[in-house]
């Protein structure tokens, strides 16, 4: 027990971990100064939001320990890797059947676990593609050289992705459908095949999603082409001219941007999170952030998460196991597409997707997943660290 301990002692990832549990008591503050009015409005405790994401997480850190303390080898068993596709399936068919969503938006990409708490399967499903994913291809290429592998080989993971992206876009989460695929990508990138297999294999993902997308128009096309969502598409295009409708919030969110300059208004004295930023604690969190902490506080938040993309990246590129280069690329790649997507809807560059701020957005499922996530890198992380003490040793 005590060789144990000292190993992950010795070999554990602090400045991941410190950056980590910053972020997340960074955004617990954040949510409490921008959820304040909101939690009035709807009738709650002025802190209501900020105690359920406290409670959030202290469970997600629950689930951190046991990412960063199970040995990562152990997703790429097959036992291990059934059970994660038979989860998924399962919480996949229970939305469909007996989900929920949020009035007015189309989408319906929620489940009640047995009237405890609310959770998101989709968010779970960005890190069974990138386990699964990188589990398939490192059982694969024990038998066959990565470099030789070709799609038809590895026909099960495209399987298990065709799935996931269907009835999430069945749900009519387009951010969640987004981000799932660019992880997908990422992941078969850094496995280590040919470049001319991997376009094939972006070829054949391509061509699948639009077959997808065009059966799920077919079968809900006025669910996702709803009036919000087109909305969402006229105030990208120009949101001025919105401004009354669809294109209040990206207005809105401009305003605060631009309110807080360099150094920001101060804590909590936000005024466009007093009622005219719709849920300001999830998706616009960032604008809240620029407002009262201005430039600074955007910095501090971007340098966190730069930090956290910067390390899986930098485990990818350095390791020699495949296992490991594949999870590491996967969760940096999530982070990364995450934050674009959010940072991406609330400067204009992109739709806006309802796609949350990676740890510093409230919501449970996300940070619950996030978290075993970055358990899981630190685990990688630290292998690789006793590995380099091994060769270190032999020198």
Same mark, same amino acid.
């Given at each position: 027990?005590?060789?144990?301990? $000292?190993?992950?002692?010795?070999?554990?990832?602090?400045?991941?971990?410190?950056?980590?549990?910053?972020?997340?008591?960074?955004?617990?503050?954040?949510?409490?100064?921008? $959820?304040?009015?909101?939690?009035?409005?709807?009738?709650?405790?002025?802190?209501?939001?900020?105690?359920?994401?406290?409670?959030?997480?202290?469970?997600?850190?629950?689930?951190?320990?046991?990412?960063?303390?199970?040995?990562?080898?152990?997703?790429?068993?097959?036992?291990?890797?059934?059970?994660?596709?038979?989860?998924?399936?399962?919480?996949?068919?229970?939305?469909?059947?007996?989900?929920?969503?949020?009035?007015?938006?189309?989408?319906?990409?929620?489940?009640?676990?047995?009237?405890?708490?609310?959770?998101?399967?989709?968010?779970?499903?960005?890190?069974?593609?990138?386990?699964? *994913?990188?589990?398939?291809?490192?059982?694969?290429?024990?038998?066959?050289?990565?470099?030789?592998?070709?799609?038809?080989?590895?026909?099960?993971?495209?399987?298990?992705?065709?799935?996931?992206?269907?009835?999430?876009?069945?749900?009519?989460?387009?951010?969640?459908?987004?981000?799932?695929?660019?992880?997908?990508?990422?992941?078969?990138?850094?496995?280590?095949?040919?470049?001319?297999?991997?376009?094939?294999?972006?070829?054949?993902?391509?061509?699948?999603?639009?077959?997808?997308?065009?059966?799920?128009?077919?079968?809900?096309?006025?669910?996702?082409?709803?009036?919000?969502?087109?909305?969402?598409?006229?105030?990208?295009?120009?949101?001025?001219?919105?401004?009354?409708?669809?294109?209040?919030?990206?207005?809105?969110?401009?305003?605060?941007?631009?309110?807080?300059?360099?150094?920001?208004?101060?804590?909590?004295?936000?005024?466009?999170?007093?009622?005219?930023?719709?849920?300001? =604690?999830?998706?616009?969190?960032?604008?809240?952030?620029?407002?009262?902490?201005?430039?600074?506080?955007?910095?501090?938040?971007?340098?966190?998460?730069?930090?956290?993309?910067?390390?899986?990246?930098?485990?990818?590129?350095?390791?020699?196991?495949?296992?490991?280069?594949?999870?590491?690329?996967?969760?940096?790649?999530?982070?990364?597409? =995450?934050?674009?997507?959010?940072?991406?809807?609330?400067?204009?560059?992109?739709?806006?997707?309802?796609?949350?701020?990676? *740890?510093?957005?409230?919501?449970?499922?996300?940070?619950?997943?996030?978290?075993?996530?970055?358990?899981?890198?630190?685990?990688?992380?630290?292998?690789?660290?006793?590995?380099?003490?091994?060769?270190?040793?032999?020198?």
């Amino acid at each position: 027990m005590r060789k144990y301990l $000292s190993y992950y002692i010795r070999n554990f990832d602090y400045p991941l971990f410190f950056v980590y549990v910053f972020l997340c008591l960074f955004g617990l503050v954040m949510i409490y100064s921008s $959820s304040i009015m909101v939690a009035l409005v709807d009738g709650k405790e002025p802190d209501y939001y900020y105690k359920k994401q406290l409670f959030n997480l202290m469970v997600a850190f629950f689930f951190f320990t046991v990412g960063a303390f199970v040995p990562y080898k152990h997703y790429s068993r097959k036992n291990i890797m059934v059970f994660m596709v038979g989860l998924i399936t399962v919480l996949m068919f229970w939305v469909f059947f007996f989900g929920f969503g949020e009035s007015g938006t189309g989408s319906k990409s929620w489940i009640s676990l047995f009237g405890l708490m609310s959770f998101q399967p989709s968010e779970l499903a960005k890190l069974i593609i990138i386990l699964y *994913f990188a589990g398939a291809f490192y059982r694969k290429s024990l038998k066959t050289p990565m470099v030789d592998l070709h799609p038809n080989h590895i026909i099960y993971p495209i399987l298990v992705w065709i799935f996931i992206i269907f009835f999430v876009a069945l749900e009519t989460d387009i951010g969640a459908v987004m981000i799932i695929s660019g992880i997908a990508i990422a992941v078969v990138a850094a496995s280590g095949i040919r470049i001319r297999t991997f376009f094939k294999f972006f070829a054949e993902l391509a061509i699948l999603g639009a077959t997808i997308l065009g059966v799920i128009l077919l079968i809900k096309g006025d669910k996702i082409l709803t009036p919000n969502r087109i909305g969402r598409i006229k105030a990208f295009l120009n949101p001025f001219e919105y401004e009354q409708g669809s294109g209040h919030q990206v207005v809105q969110g401009y305003i605060a941007i631009g309110s807080g300059g360099i150094e920001g208004v101060g804590l909590g004295q936000s005024v466009q999170k007093l009622g005219y930023l719709p849920e300001p =604690q999830t998706d616009f969190i960032m604008a809240v952030i620029a407002e009262e902490l201005g430039l600074l506080g955007v910095i501090i938040v971007l340098g966190g998460l730069g930090f956290i993309v910067f390390k899986g990246l930098s485990i990818a590129l350095t390791t020699k196991d495949p296992l490991a280069r594949m999870i590491a690329a996967g969760i940096a790649s999530w982070i990364a597409i =995450q934050t674009f997507v959010n940072l991406g809807g609330l400067s204009g560059l992109i739709p806006l997707t309802g796609v949350t701020l990676p *740890f510093i957005s409230y919501g449970g499922s996300s940070i619950l997943v996030l978290s075993f996530a970055i358990g899981i890198l630190i685990n990688v992380s630290m292998y690789e660290k006793l590995e380099k003490r091994k060769l270190r040793g032999t020198k």
